[in-house]
């Protein structure tokens, strides 16, 4: 089974800095993707950044990236020039992708991340 | 549009009365779940589907039902409701054969259970 862990419950930056995300996950599995979702208050689950494990340049979507650990089995999330609208829930998520097919998700529990005005 | 439809969006109800939440996607996407979400616990997978009438357990399939007659819908039956599934609820589907496997989710249900 597949263990997803996101150590900070809830984090608090200015607008315009950067902030980090962590996640670290546990697998067995050798095929799997990597996701970052945002929930802001609307509760719309909107998918951030994807990474798959078997390629070892980290994604980057605009002023997201991520820092991709497979050994370390680590993924967090860098948000640049944060803005107002980043405030929201941001959940981790893997899924193992062996033979072709996948379960499901496994979800972290979630970082509140807050951007001061 | 692409996009995938949940209804009702917010339902409440009274223990033990049959329920069924409609899950439709338009991107005919062969694979699709639904989850839950309570504070605290982050979103757990009730049920997932690989393509029309394969449907399995995911981690907490207790007190559900679903059904995948058709590639696009994707029910999620709540025979006997009880207050522990007061929940908010998410269906979403992706791509498998493509390899993409980015879920999209829907709306959300928020149900009560009272």
């Known amino acids: ?117 | 549009e692409a996009q995938v439809t949940q209804n009702p969006r917010y339902l409440i109800t009274v223990t033990g009365k049959k329920l069924t939440v409609t899950c439709s996607q338009n991107m005919n996407h062969e694979y699709m779940s639904w989850y839950r979400q309570d504070p605290g616990l982050g979103l757990r997978q009730i049920y997932y589907s690989m393509n029309v009438e394969v449907t399995d357990k995911g981690d907490v399939p207790e007190g559900y039902k679903v059904s995948r007659k058709e590639k696009r819908n994707f029910p999620l039956i709540l025979e006997s409701p009880s207050p522990n599934q007061t929940s908010l609820y998410f269906c979403a589907s992706s791509f498998i054969q493509k390899g993409t496997y980015e879920q999209y989710f829907g709306p959300g249900t928020r149900l009560t259970v009272t």
Not at chain 1, 2 to 21: C, K, R
Not at chain 1, 41 to 67: C, D, G, H, W
């Open chain 1, 1 to 117: 089974a597949q263990t997803v862990t996101q150590s900070q419950p809830e984090m608090s930056v200015q607008e315009a800095e950067t902030v980090t995300l962590s996640c670290t996950y546990d697998t067995s599995e050798s095929n799997y993707y990597l996701f970052w979702y945002k929930q802001p208050p609307s509760r719309q689950m909107i998918l951030v950044i994807r990474q798959e494990a078997y390629k070892q340049q980290n994604a980057t979507e605009n002023r997201f990236s991520v820092n991709f650990q497979k050994a370390a089995k680590s993924f967090s999330l860098k948000i640049s020039d944060s803005q107002l609208g980043d405030t929201a829930m941001y959940f981790c998520a893997f899924i193992a992708t062996a033979g072709g097919g996948a379960d499901g998700l496994t979800f972290g529990k979630g970082t509140h991340l807050i951007i001061q005005p």
